[in-house]
């Protein structure tokens, strides 16, 4: 099999763990001794590139991964826990700007 795949390197830019960006989906990995730690990091690294990235405020960030986040464990090795999150980018287009605060 043979896979074909690019790589952008931002300059400057901090992420907390990696990412990984197709045509269908946002993702964000966890990598931890615990899958709980692992789990927490991948949601929290999805939550946060949303916030900064696409301009979500907190309570967009709740609705979408509320309704549209999905989970892979992707890996289980020596003490490790890998755990991938993952949202639709279909599901950034249906957010409606959040009402503004009184």
Known sequence: MDIEFS???LQK???GTPRAENADYLMAMGLSGS?????????SELATWLQQD???SSSEV???LGS???Y????????????IAKIPK????TLKPAAPTK
């Open 54 to 56: 696409y301009k979500l």
């Open 72 to 83: 892979s464990i992707s890996e289980v090795a020596d003490r490790n826990v890998g755990v």
């Open 35 to 43: 899958l709980d730690n692992a789990f927490s990091r991948a949601t």
């Open 13 to 15: 830019k901090e992420i």
């Open 62 to 64: 709740a609705a979408v």
């Open 7 to 9: 790589v952008d390197v």
């Open 68 to 70: 549209s986040i999905q």
């Open 90 to 93: 279909k599901a950034l287009a």
